[in-house]
């Protein structure tokens, strides 16, 4: 998963999915670094806990992806998921 600027046929920014627990981490934290927020606001703005963000953005939690759909809508980007594409898959 990592962060895509916008494009011409998607204006807002989006968060894609390929989906292996650090890949999310990684892009949770970079899609909310580049949102400037703290995980402390982010956490706000989703119900959550400052320590709960810390342990998704670290892979100490995995997430679901309601969660992951939760934290693309509250820093505004949007959120692609793709299943395929790995080793032996077309």
Known sequence: ?????????????????????PEIAEAM????ES???????????IGSTQSTVARWETGEHEVTMTTVS????????ELLV????GVGTK
């Open 1 to 21: 998963m990592r962060a895509v600027s916008a494009t011409e046929s998607s204006p807002r920014p989006r968060l894609e999915c390929r989906a292996t627990p």
């Open 70 to 77: 939760r934290v693309a809508e509250a820093l505004g980007v």
């Open 29 to 32: 934290r970079t899609a909310r």
């Open 82 to 85: 793709r299943f395929g594409g």
């Open 35 to 45: 949102s400037g927020l703290t995980q402390h606001q982010l956490a706000g703005r």
